[in-house]
């Protein structure tokens, strides 16, 4: 847009100093958006200045000083929000955190980063730091947005959020030029200086605190926003992880740069009708969330009546036929386009209103490799749908797909002003401005993870092909080998079982070892709903799982799975050669994946330690395991089961060609 | 375990194909049988011959649609009545019929003794309503948590003494609707249609006009006001109504009222075709087919199986009814209903019967 | 009606039966029971199957009318309390076996709660406009509060009938608060939760009691809730009461010991 391209000049090289700009160029245009009680409230560019000028000052008059760090837990809450904006104006620097992490994970974090204040959503939050309080010399305040069920609670150095505007309102009325000297204090900074801690969520160890300039944020934001042509119109719901770097882009440095509103849901589980209802325009998500709204309309469509089955049937194989063309502008023959056009008219549309996709100009999908039928699926409905591939070390964008060159396979092509190299080991490393400082206190960690001259290895393994698209396998320390010496990409092999809608994770071991064994987690929604179709009668989650019939339908996936691989070179030896279904669902709370939902392969290997011994025992069909589960209110139990393993044939390499000639 | 409780529904399912694949063959006997068969045959006169002149005079076809959408109004209106108490309080009322004649009568009667037209209305409309307070305090409260047997029992009484009552008032010949008197249009309008013409008289035209509004403005009553709240939560549930301190009494007069005025619209439209008379309340037995289409307890069931009713008795009499001496209308309806009961005894859109064994 | 009904202080008897006993036709459910609930406590009612803790709360929001003894409440002697009576001056109640109205939202099914609130007359409902229309608007927020509070904003829209039991059980009870009670009973409302619904529900007990004031009396047979959240507790059997007191002292008395054990009689 013309007014936000004139004045944003980097002379704007904070967010505080963004919020000024805002404030004065969007004033009237709402900034923030919340579904509380039922109705949505929202508030303008000016009316979030004003707050955060409040906040600010009483946060100052908290004891907040320049230098401090402090820690954001809770939802995607827009009090949060402003709480980024009110510490930098402050000079200090916001630590959010994931608000799903036990207090034990979190104070971590908390001591780590040295936090003074804590500014966290509600009781539950307030428990959990209260709880880890005496590891945390440094605590002094903290704030609350939610005061239910806190009343009772020792006031002292417990504030609530109204409190502290209040406090700030009070203090400029005593002394109104407060505030001229607060905003001259923005000036002190720049965009060289620290912004945010990012800490990651750690696939393997304790996480690291990664340092954020402004420049590494408000850069990446402007070319992200200029890559895809994104203005103050926009519309987005923030919904991921305040704590991660996606939601840390694109709900803030997006939107203080391009000036649009980000509106937060009214609880986790309204998310899908708080999209309904505010149409975004631009939309991020892990492959997860896209996977479960297919599962969902498929589930849906499967008890529709037959007149709309068969309407969804035949325009949905319209669409796999000339959606992606029409999208990606290629030629289509005019009958064709008039089908899709009634596609549209009868299918398309409905369903994107249903899923609150009609406004949506671009989403991007990152994190993990996403299905192709997932991601082809929304693309032929006229969804431009993307993919991205990113971390935290880089402000988020490494590789990004250009309108018209998008492919399910690929992560696309590097991102605006960022450079990438390959390795002799394959590695992928890049270069960019939104390359990180340093890992917090961790100078050993930054050494190894970032050269002298601002290369990052990124830990990952890919390569480039002919069109200049990079391939991402796997991480660069998982690819392994086995024994004989075959190139064993885990993730990669985990992925094409995770595309099957009944597969909801799935975990390979094999690096020096003789073959490929697989531990497998059912889809709960997927699966009960074909056993309901196939009369088969369950009571849990692990008596479906260990059904002899879901056994055999796994079974064919995998080896469909080893169809693929035979026709991959060399990996046609990485074949699947066992495998078991395992009796629980992998969880954050004990540890078995992270809060992103990726999988700890290394401790899921050592807690199942007796499953994987018995994958590799040929004659061991029949495994006992006895394993301690953790609730959500931290008591512990023990769960039992026996789990049975089962052989899968796998494919020669002529077979999987003649196949492969026969489609 | 799974297996005996799978095989029944499996058998019962294919039965219920088979039935259907037995209909299809004996008519597509029917229809090769009438080729081979010719003209003048019963199954040529049954199966071909009706379709025929469908064709040859489609505005005699329009014509009679128009008249069963015009008869399926009213038993749309009559079942709407039954559904509304029924699914109030639980009690089939048959004295729906007597309340549509002496709805009629009163508007007739307070007419003819010299009050005027609109007031003689907004008077038989307070009827209804003192009507409905009566039953309530009479037949509702003594027996309220009796047998629904024995609440229908009530309501045969009901009826006989609202006969009584209507006749020792009114007296019992037939009397004329003051039609042109309280704002209803007459004559008609006609129209040429596919080389014919179709003629549609205005009163029915205000009739469907009407009872849509009249739906409507319950549906809205309902569903968005907080008596519409009470009624439907009283029919859910009760003992749960009860705790949150709605009086099942007001309930019921409000229900009882709302089906009075039903009644009333019905009587007027019913008595502005033909006359106002008792015989009225035989043809008001109608609302059972209806009510055994749409199911007991759905009010758009009540409407839609009014309309097929209306329609498909219409149909029948003029295109088969010359078969067998005429007036199959009078009893074409049950039949459909028998029908019905057969392949779908909960209705079109009743709840489901689930008989616990 | 007696009107002579006092605002009763905390910790004073809100609601006193006294020497009340019920039958049906030669059935004995309660036999000469008297006891008391103060205001602002967490009482209940325990005893096994068949004891006549159902008939007891039956009694109190008038669904029985009792053949002997007095009913205290809030400082009125009635003989019988009426249902509608017992629901305009502010007692609410859950059932055992989920009494929600099932075709309704979970929205309307906790409007109906406001029922006695909403005093605009009924023609202006009719006609749904001015008075009528500000009104439904401002008990919808306070209905909002209460989805706010149980936390089921999710299932706003939903009609009731298609909901788990769990969060059928948290309908009901925000049905019950949307009356604003002073009294709420609850009938077992953990029964057939797993162990987190119970804690949800637990906490939402709690928080009921502790940030509105509310008495309430519960029927559970969970013993661990029931010693976890209840002030004092009375046990029956065979529609006796057998114990009365805090809950360890109801845990150590040997008649209750008896009746779980059940020895013989």
């Given amino acids: ?663 | 375990m799974s297996d005996t409780t799978l095989k029944p529904s499996r058998a019962s399912m294919s039965a219920g194909k088979r039935n259907w694949l037995v209909t299809a063959a004996l008519f597509a006997a029917a229809v090769v049988g009438s080729l081979v068969v010719g003209e003048g045959s019963l199954v040529y006169e049954i199966f071909v011959s009706p379709f025929l002149f469908v064709v040859e005079a489609p505005d005699l076809f329009v014509q009679v649609i128009w008249e069963g959408l015009v008869a399926g109004t009213l038993y749309a209106l009559l079942g709407l009545g039954f559904v509304l108490i029924f699914k109030a309080s639980g009690v089939f009322n048959f004295a729906q019929g007597i309340m549509v004649v002496f709805g009629a009568l009163s508007l007739v009667g307070f007419y003819a003794a010299g009050i005027p037209a609109i007031l003689s209305l907004l008077l038989s409309i307070a009827m209804m309503y003192v009507l409905a307070w009566t039953v309530e305090r009479v037949v509702l409260r003594p027996l309220v948590n009796q047998d629904p047997l024995i609440l229908f029992m009530a309501t045969i009484g009901l009826t006989y003494f609202l006969i009584g009552f209507g006749e020792f008032i009114f007296g019992g010949e037939p009397k004329t609707m003051i039609t042109e008197e309280i704002g209803l249009p007459s004559g008609s309008y006609s129209f040429d249609f596919m080389g014919g013409f179709v003629s549609l008289q205005k009163l029915d035209i205000a009739a469907a006009v009407i009872a849509a509004i009249l739906v409507g403005c319950l549906a809205v009553f309902f569903n968005k006001t907080k008596v519409g709240r009470a009624l439907r939560a009283v029919a859910d549930d009760h003992q749960a109504a009860l705790s949150v301190g709605i009086t099942l009494r007001q309930i019921w007069v409000i229900v009882w009222f709302a089906a009075g005025i039903v009644a009333l619209t019905t009587g007027i439209m019913w008595g502005a075709r033909s006359d106002v008379s008792f015989a009225l309340q035989i043809v008001a037995l109608k609302a059972l087919p209806v009510i055994i289409l749409g199911g007991l307890t759905s009010i758009p069931g009540a409407i839609i199986g009014g309309l097929i009713i209306g329609i498909s008795e219409k149909l029948a009499e003029f295109y088969w009814g010359p078969l067998v001496g005429g007036s199959i209308e009078s009893w074409v309806p049950y039949f459909i209903a028998l029908g019905f009961l057969w392949f779908r005894p909960q209705g079109l859109f009743g709840e489901k019967i689930i008989d616990r064994i | 009606m007696n009107t002579a009904i006092a605002e009763i202080q905390p910790g004073k008897p809100i609601l006193a039966m006294d020497h009340i006993s019920l039958s049906f036709g030669g059935v004995k459910a309660i036999r000469d029971v008297s006891f008391d609930i103060r205001k602002g406590e967490i009482r209940a009612i325990i005893g096994p199957n068949g004891a006549g803790k159902t008939s007891l709360l039956n009694v109190i929001n008038g669904f029985y009318h009792p053949q002997e003894g007095i009913i205290n409440y809030k400082g009125a002697k009635r003989n019988d309390m009426k249902p509608y009576v017992a629901a305009s001056q502010g007692i609410a109640r859950t059932f055992q076996n989920v009494a929600l109205f099932a075709g309704m939202s979970t929205l309307d099914n906790i409007m109906s709660g406001r029922m006695l609130k909403m005093k605009v007359a009924l023609p202006w409902h009719i006609i749904r406009f001015g008075p009528a229309e500000r009104e439904e608007i401002e008990h919808r927020e306070f209905v909002e509060q209460i989805i706010d509070f149980l936390e089921i904003q999710a299932i706003r829209r939903t009609p009731v009938g298609r909901l788990p039991y769990g969060l059928q059980k948290r309908v009901e009870l925000g049905r019950a608060l949307a009356m604003e009670p002073e009294l709420l009973l609850l009938d077992e409302p953990m029964a057939g939760m797993n162990l987190e619904e119970k804690e949800d529900m637990s906490r939402f007990v709690l928080d009921v009691n502790d940030q509105f004031g509310t008495t309430i009396a519960l029927i559970e047979h969970d013993m661990g809730v029931v010693m976890d959240i209840s002030d004092r507790v009375i046990v029956l059997d065979y529609g006796q009461k057998i114990a009365d007191g805090t809950p360890d002292e109801v845990k150590n008395n040997q008649n209750v010991i008896d009746a779980y054990l059940g020895v013989a009689h």
């Avoid at chain 1, 009070?170 to 607060?182: H, M, Q, S, T």
């Avoid at chain 1, 959500?632 to 494919?651: N, P, T």
């Fill in chain 1, 1 to 663: 847009m013309a007014a936000a391209g004139a004045t944003d000049k980097t002379e704007y090289d904070t967010f505080p100093k963004l919020l000024l700009r805002n404030a004065d160029i969007f004033g009237d245009r709402p900034a923030m958006r919340e579904k509380d009680l039922g109705i949505w409230q929202s508030w303008t560019w000016k009316e979030v200045h004003e707050i955060v000028k409040n906040y600010a000052h009483g946060l100052k008059k908290l004891g907040l000083k320049a230098g401090d760090k402090v820690a954001i837990v809770g939802d995607n809450r827009p009090r949060l929000y402003w709480t980024f904006a009110a510490v930098q104006s402050l000079g200090a620097t916001p630590v959010p955190n994931y608000q799903d992490s036990v207090a034990d994970e979190m104070v971590f974090v908390l001591k780590h980063a040295e936090v003074t204040f804590a500014i966290v959503e509600n009781q539950e939050q307030v428990d959990k730091v209260l709880s880890v309080a005496d590891q945390l010399p440094k605590l002094r305040k903290i704030v609350y947005d939610d005061d239910r069920g806190l009343q009772d609670y020792d006031p002292k150095d417990l504030h609530s959020f109204e409190r502290v505007i209040e406090i700030g309102r009070k203090e400029i009325e005593k002394n109104p030029k407060l505030v001229e000297r607060w905003e001259a204090g923005f000036d002190k900074y720049n965009g060289s200086d620290i912004a945010v801690f990012l800490y990651t969520s750690g696939t393997t160890g304790r996480p690291k605190g990664v340092v954020l300039s402004y420049d590494n944020i408000l850069i990446s934001a402007r070319n992200g926003n200029a890559f895809d042509g994104l203005d103050e119109m926009e519309e987005v719901l923030a919904y991921l992880p305040m704590a991660w770097v996606g939601d840390h882009i694109f709900s803030y440095g997006q939107s203080y740069t391009a000036g649009f509103c980000v509106s937060c849901p009214e609880s986790r589980e309204t998310i899908n009708e708080d999209r309904r209802e505010i149409g975004p325009t631009y939309f991020f998500a892990p492959p997860r969330p896209f996977e479960i709204m297919l599962t969902q309309i498929t589930v849906n469509m499967e008890d529709a009546s037959t007149v709309n089955r068969w309407l969804y049937n035949y325009f949905m194989d319209v669409a796999k036929k000339s959606g992606e063309k029409i999208l990606n502008g290629e030629p289509v023959p005019f009958m064709e386009r008039v089908k899709y056009w009634l596609g549209e008219l009868f299918v398309y549309g409905p369903l994107k209103n249903q899923m609150g996709f009609s406004r949506l100009k671009v989403g991007y999908t990152a994190g993990e490799a996403i299905g192709p039928e997932i991601f082809s699926f929304y693309r032929s409905l006229g969804l431009n749908l993307k993919q991205l591939y990113g971390q935290t070390e880089a402000g988020v964008y490494v590789t990004v797909q250009p309108d018209g060159e998008i492919r399910a396979d690929t992560v696309g092509k590097p991102a605006p002003d960022v450079e990438i190299k390959i390795d002799k080991s394959g590695e992928v490393l890049y270069r960019s401005p939104g390359v990180f400082l340093e890992y917090y206190k961790n100078k050993a960690a930054t050494r190894e993870a970032k050269t002298k001259d601002g290369w990052v290895h990124s830990g990952d393994a890919g390569f480039f092909d002919d069109t200049g698209h990079l391939h991402v396998i796997d991480r660069a320390k998982d690819v392994g080998k086995l024994k004989d010496g075959t190139l064993f990409p885990p993730k990669y092999i985990e992925n094409k079982l995770k595309f099957f809608p009944n597969i909801q994770e799935a975990v390979a071991f094999g690096d020096g070892r003789d073959f490929c064994a697989m531990f497998i987690n059912i889809d709960l929604t997927s699966v009960s709903n074909w056993a309901e179709k196939n009369n088969i009668i369950y009571g849990s989650y692990q008596e479906l799982a260990a059904h002899p019939e879901v056994y055999s339908m796994i079974e064919e996936h995998v080896r469909e799975v080893n169809l693929q691989l035979a026709g991959e070179g060399d990996l046609a030896g990485a074949q699947i050669k066992r495998f078991l279904v395992l009796h629980k669902e992998l969880d954050p709370d004990d540890g078995e994946i992270t809060r992103t939902a990726k999988v700890r392969r290394g401790f899921v290997g050592e807690r199942y330690k007796p499953l994987v011994d018995a994958l590799y025992d040929p004659k061991n069909y029949k495994q006992h395991i006895s394993t301690e589960v953790t609730f959500e209110d931290g008591r512990k139990g023990k769960l039992e089961a026996d789990v049975e393993i089962r052989d899968v044939q796998s494919v020669d390499v002529p077979e999987a060609h003649m196949q492969e000639a026969a489609e």
